[in-house]
């Protein structure tokens, strides 16, 4: 039934003109007739993804499908082998840009969210090498993650803990690469500030990155690529960030506890806010002392308001967690502890909760907003801004 909705609006976009035709190909070595490759539309900025299209594999090792959208897409591709096993990744798919050309996937299945991506919006060596380094880290990374599986189904602990521990610690391991990889596009979005690729990736950023390089990035793109879908999209979102720059009045909210307590901005008229966003990531987790001895110290002017998921993951992941299990070199166990037993006002993203996050632009995990006393944004970052609130409470009040 998706599939003939799809079909039929792709119809209705041919007969208004507005129809964009492109052929996705894969060359992929390990597809076997039956294999499904399924195809999310990637909604910006949210990245949230909605079902656009199947494709059923027909013959070994490769794919065809050419087919229309309403203009340029941005698609999450998924593996679905008829053998039902999926190899072990620390990716959730492949993110490829598609416009009105044939792009092509080359690679494997055994790393498939790794393939090489060439042809249509691809064709730009700036570009390609950029990828070939991104793609070499991706493989070695997710090479660590398959290992650390093998070992846990092999119930062999000790290559279990090197494996993992390699794979929690690889960013420092390669920061040059990583630096190496973030110069390299650089270069690219500075020679092409106009390019889809741009476009996009500033669109990614937007809600994470300095308003001024937001802002720098859009001014510099030509006329077309500023009135594209993606172009006006990005537009529409740097006008949502300059709502929220310090100084400006910070949005209110309203929270309801799992215990039924509730609170809003207006409740916190007077003291300091520190909202937290917080959950199961090592921000978290290296943060979450930092958090509870500020609150101890100023809990009497400082209101904390804690934003997470679900408890229940937390309570899950507790109870699943030995007592010498560690997260970057922090014992989990205690961490865990400590974030079932917060003492300050915790409410989860559940029923109208979740607005917060929307009207504040939480760009990730760990995530803080420090509010004035008279309801004015002071700093929103990640932990840039719990040391603002630092700093400020220490400077009024005293260490």
């Not at 065809?64 to 990716?91: F, L, N």
Request: include cysteine; charge should be negative; charged fraction near 30%.
């Amino acid at each position: 039934m998706r599939n003939v909705l799809f079909y039929l609006l792709i119809c209705f976009a041919s007969m208004n003109g507005t129809a964009m035709p492109f052929t996705i190909q894969g060359k992929i070595e390990g597809l076997i007739p039956g294999d499904t490759l399924s195809f999310e539309r990637i909604i910006m900025p949210e990245f949230k993804l909605d079902f656009t299209f199947d494709v059923i594999v027909e013959q070994s090792n490769e794919f065809i499908y050419s087919s229309s959208h309403e203009h340029i897409g941005y698609y999450m591709m998924s593996y679905k082998p008829v053998s039902g096993k999926v190899t072990a990744s620390d990716k959730r798919g492949l993110a490829l840009l598609v416009k009105d050309d044939t792009t092509c996937l080359i690679g494997a299945t055994d790393q498939i969210y790794y393939c090489n991506l060439e042809g249509g919006l691809y064709d730009n060596e700036r570009l390609q090498e950029a990828l070939r380094l991104e793609i070499f880290l991706g493989k070695e990374r997710s090479g660590l993650m398959k290992l650390t599986e093998e070992a846990r189904a092999a119930k062999d602990a000790i290559n279990e803990k090197e494996y993992r521990d390699k794979f929690n610690s690889f960013h420092s391991e390669h920061r040059e690469d990583f630096q190496r990889l973030s110069r390299l596009y650089d270069d690219f979005h500075e020679k092409f500030p106009s390019s889809e690729h741009t476009i996009v990736d500033a669109l990614q950023m937007v809600m994470s990155a300095p308003f001024d390089t937001s802002l720098s990035k859009y001014e510099k793109m030509n006329e077309d690529a500023q009135n594209s879908y993606f172009g006006k999209l990005l537009k529409q979102e740097i006008d949502k960030m300059s709502v929220l720059l310090p100084g400006n009045d910070a949005p209110d909210f309203h929270l309801t506890a799992m215990d039924g307590r509730e609170i809003s901005l207006k409740d916190c008229a007077g003291s300091y806010v520190l909202i937290y966003h917080w959950g199961l990531c090592p921000g978290s987790f290296q943060r979450e002392k930092d958090v509870l001895d500020l609150y101890n110290r100023y809990k009497d002017r400082l209101i904390v308001v804690g934003i997470t998921d679900r408890i229940e993951y937390i309570k899950e992941t507790y109870n699943s967690t030995k007592p010498e299990d560690k997260l970057m070199d922090i014992e989990m166990k205690p961490v865990l502890e400590s974030m079932l037993a917060h003492p300050w006002f915790d409410a989860e993203k559940t029923g109208n909760n979740d607005k917060i996050e929307t009207d504040y632009a939480f760009a990730g995990l760990p995530y803080f907003v420090f509010i004035s006393p008279d309801g004015k944004i002071m700093a929103r970052d990640y932990h840039e801004a719990f040391y603002v609130a630092k700093n400020k409470m220490e400077s009024e009040f005293g260490k």
